[in-house]
C-alpha cells in the first residue's frame, strides 16, 4: 500500500482464515500470500473509480504537458535543498524566513548566471543501479 493512500479507515479490509481460502482454485487470482492471514485490502467503490479516471487522465498529453510545471518546481526544490535548505542553522522563524529568503535569491542568482553564460540545464539524476543498469544495456 503506498504511503499517500487514504487514511486507514478509508480502506476496505477483508481477512480469510487458512483454511477457508487454501482449497479455493481462483487463490493465486486472489493472493500471493503464501502462509498466514489471507488478506485483501480494497478501496470503497467511488473512491476505487476516482483512483481509476485519476490513472486513464495521467496517461493523456494534456495532463504530461501540465506536469511538466511540477518537475520544475520539484528541480527547484532540489536545487534549494543542496543549497542548504533543509536545515537552518538558526532558531526562530523570522531568521529563519531570512535564510529561505536569501537561498531563494541564490538559486535565481545561480540560475540568472547559468543562462547570461550559456551553461545548459542539469541533467536527471539518476540512481547508481540505474546507471548500471544504462550501461549494461548501451
Same mark, same amino acid.
Given at each position: ?34 502462509? *498466514? $492471514? ?11 473509480? !476516482?483512483?481509476?479516471?485519476? +490513472? @486513464? %487522465? ?33 532558531? *526562530? $522563524? ?11 535569491? !541564490?538559486?535565481?542568482?545561480? +540560475? @540568472? %548566471? ?25
Amino acid at each position: 500500500m503506498a504511503r499517500g493512500d487514504q487514511p486507514r479507515g478509508a480502506l476496505i479490509r477483508i481477512a480469510f482464515r487458512k483454511r477457508d481460502c487454501g482449497p479455493c482454485p481462483l487463490r493465486p487470482q486472489c493472493t500471493t500470500a503464501m502462509i *498466514g $492471514l489471507r488478506q485483501l485490502t480494497i478501496r470503497p467503490q467511488a473512491k476505487h473509480e !476516482a483512483l481509476e479516471r485519476a +490513472r @486513464l %487522465d495521467q496517461a493523456t498529453d494534456a495532463w504530461k504537458e501540465r506536469y511538466k510545471t511540477r518537475a520544475g518546481v520539484e528541480g527547484t526544490i532540489s536545487q534549494a535543498a543542496r543549497l542548504g535548505m533543509r536545515r537552518t542553522r538558526y532558531p *526562530g $522563524l523570522n531568521k529563519t524566513h531570512l535564510h529561505h529568503a536569501l537561498a531563494a535569491t !541564490a538559486i535565481n542568482l545561480v +540560475r @540568472l %548566471d547559468a543562462w547570461l553564460t550559456g551553461t545548459p540545464l542539469g541533467t536527471t539524476r539518476s540512481s547508481h543501479f540505474t546507471q548500471l543498469d544504462l550501461q549494461l544495456t548501451a
